[in-house]
């Protein structure tokens, strides 16, 4: 089967939604299908961190232009109001939700980006009636939207890449992974960093994500890493995660601490609690502050109830296995081409 995935940021971004796309082509393509990508040449804030090569994409073929005439069995189109304009196909085409920005309870700050707030707008106004034009939904969250055919599949975790491979740090380190923004709750990471260090100058805070001068003494940059396997080293020989976000439709970044063996505390926001995971929460600055100390304080006086619950947040993660979900994924992309 011909599968065509039509992004509307380009790969170099290298957010999770490009990540989760050249993830899934790669195991597409091992299966057998025949898999083509497209994406128009937008990257948010400038931000190119992935170095596109054949090498990298197992040779699947990329195109990246404003526009796109695609000859396909069935087209997966990362949602966004009126991207069937970019992407012109007569085969079926599946609508892929993968942002919060259209379900968020208010519009959020101007720092969460000036395209994102239009595209909210834009949903608001002709939503439905956008997404009626695609053959079917897929949700990586149990999102209530209104559509004739909606799949509900989530995003996955490949274990044998994602899996403890070294000792904790010997400090005790809080790590944050991920774009340093708004809805990331990025300065709600700061501040709790600037306060916690004040308080335990023996704690560590990393952030793998990029570089800050600013931050220097307080935070350890570490860069962008785009190597699962050294994002896997970095998350396992940490504590803790923390993940404040104010927005986030599915964390992917709480799959891959979990499976390395690392607890993470996040906010209680519905897409995290349907994660169905056992997570740790807090809702303000010094509720992350408490929950450090906690667990700085079991790992230095209790480290088996440490590694009790290291163990089992490894096994409550495997429901998100890639195997598992790559199947449901696959499933999906062949219903919708034969359907029609």
């Given amino acids: 089967m011909k599968i065509a995935f039509c992004l509307h940021i380009s790969l170099a971004y290298g957010g999770g939604g490009e990540k989760w796309t050249i993830a899934l082509a790669k195991a597409l393509k091992d299966k057998g299908h025949n898999i083509e990508i497209y994406a ?5 804030n400038k931000r190119k961190v992935l170095q596109l090569q054949k090498t ?9 232009a404003w526009r796109h005439r695609i000859g396909a069995d069935v087209a997966y189109i990362f949602y966004n109001p009126l991207s069937y304009v970019f ?14 920005i259209y379900f968020l309870p208010k519009t959020p700050p101007i720092t969460y980006g000036i395209p994102a707030i239009l595209a909210r707008l834009f949903h608001k106004i002709i939503g439905e009636a956008d997404l009626s034009l695609f053959d079917a939904v897929h949700m990586v969250n149990k999102i209530q939207i209104k559509h004739r055919k909606i799949h509900y599949i989530p995003n996955f975790v490949d274990s044998n890449v994602y899996k403890p491979r070294n000792e904790k740090n010997c400090r005790f380190t809080v790590l944050f992974a991920g774009r340093p923004s708004w809805q990331k709750g990025w300065d709600i990471f700061l501040k709790v960093a600037y306060i916690v260090k004040k308080m335990h100058p023996d704690i560590d805070f990393m952030w793998a994500g990029g570089h800050d001068e600013e931050i220097k ?5 570490l860069g962008y890493i785009g190597k699962d396997k050294q994002l896997s080293e970095v998350y396992s020989a940490a504590h803790l995660v923390l993940l404040p976000s104010r927005s986030d439709i599915f964390g992917v970044t709480i799959l891959e601490s979990l499976a390395c ?3 993470v505390i996040t906010t209680p926001i519905t ?12 809702e303000h600055t010094w509720d992350f502050v408490r929950a450090i100390e906690q667990l700085r304080f079991l790992w230095q006086n209790d480290k088996e109830k440490y590694m009790e619950i290291s163990s089992e947040s490894q096994e409550a993660v495997k429901v998100y296995e890639k195997s598992k979900i790559v199947k449901k994924i696959e499933a999906m992309l062949m219903e919708i081409a034969n359907n029609n």
């Fill in 40 to 44: 128009l040449p937008y990257v948010p």
């Fill in 56 to 64: 990298s994409l197992d040779s699947i073929p990329y195109h990246e």
């Fill in 87 to 100: 992407f012109k196909t007569k085969c079926p085409k599946i609508a892929g939700i993968h942002s919060q």
């Fill in 217 to 221: 003494g307080v935070v350890n940059c």
């Fill in 261 to 263: 063996g690392t607890p």
């Fill in 271 to 282: 897409t995290h609690k349907a994660l169905n995971l056992p997570l740790f929460y807090g």
